[in-house]
């Protein structure tokens, strides 16, 4: 997840992933009758909210260190 935005019922979410070699994104309303849950895999530390920053980056800047609980 990149970015979460908006509130109440026009909330979303914009999920990143790469499919054959190119970057995909794809928004979801978090309200969405299709979306059963949402489960947190990994959790990751960042600077900032919003990482629009790893659009640009590749191979190992483009990785986010994993918090440790």
């Given at each position: 997840?990149?970015?979460?935005?908006?509130?109440?019922?026009?909330?979303?979410?914009?999920?990143?992933?790469?499919?054959?070699?190119?970057g995909v994104?794809?928004?979801?309303?978090?309200?969405?009758?299709?979306?059963?849950?949402?489960?947190?895999?990994?959790?990751?530390?960042?600077?900032?909210?919003?990482?629009?920053?790893?659009?640009?980056?590749?191979?190992?800047?483009?990785?986010?260190?994993?918090?440790?609980?």
């Amino acid at each position: 997840v990149i970015q979460r935005r908006g509130s109440g019922v026009n909330e979303t979410f914009t999920v990143r992933k790469v499919s054959g070699g190119m970057g995909v994104e794809r928004v979801f309303p978090l309200s969405s009758p299709f979306i059963e849950s949402i489960k947190v895999n990994k959790s990751g530390s960042v600077r900032r909210a919003r990482i629009f920053y790893l659009r640009e980056r590749t191979g190992k800047s483009a990785r986010i260190k994993e918090k440790i609980f």
